[in-house]
């Protein structure tokens, strides 16, 4: 059954490289303990993670951002600062 929700694409095999987001971002969640994310695929299962009712604007804001970073439409920063919005929205950012 369809609920609506769909989750973020991975990126493609061959972009599985380290994307690394500089600085890492360290961030308590919703039912998570702390985590740090330190890659553009850790964001993406982070993302992946967060439960369907408490996805917002922020969160597909930063959702969109970061398969653009994987595709390569913007750049990594980018990526990061609409990521940092996102983890501010719920006030649940630790750097």
Same mark, same amino acid.
């Given at each position: 059954?369809?609920?609506?929700?769909? =989750?973020?694409?991975? =990126? =493609?095999?061959?972009a599985l490289v380290w994307m690394e987001i500089v600085p890492t971002i360290l961030i308590n969640g919703p039912g998570f303990s702390l985590r740090e994310i330190r890659s553009v695929p850790e964001a993406v299962e982070f993302l992946d993670e967060w439960p369907a009712n408490a996805r917002g604007p922020f969160f597909y804001l930063a959702e969109s951002a970061i398969q653009g970073a994987i595709h390569g439409s913007i750049s990594i920063e980018e990526a990061r600062e609409a990521f940092t919005a996102f983890c501010g929205e719920f006030r649940h950012p630790v750097d």
């Open positions: 059954m369809w609920t609506g929700v769909r =989750p973020c694409n991975p =990126p =493609p095999s061959s």
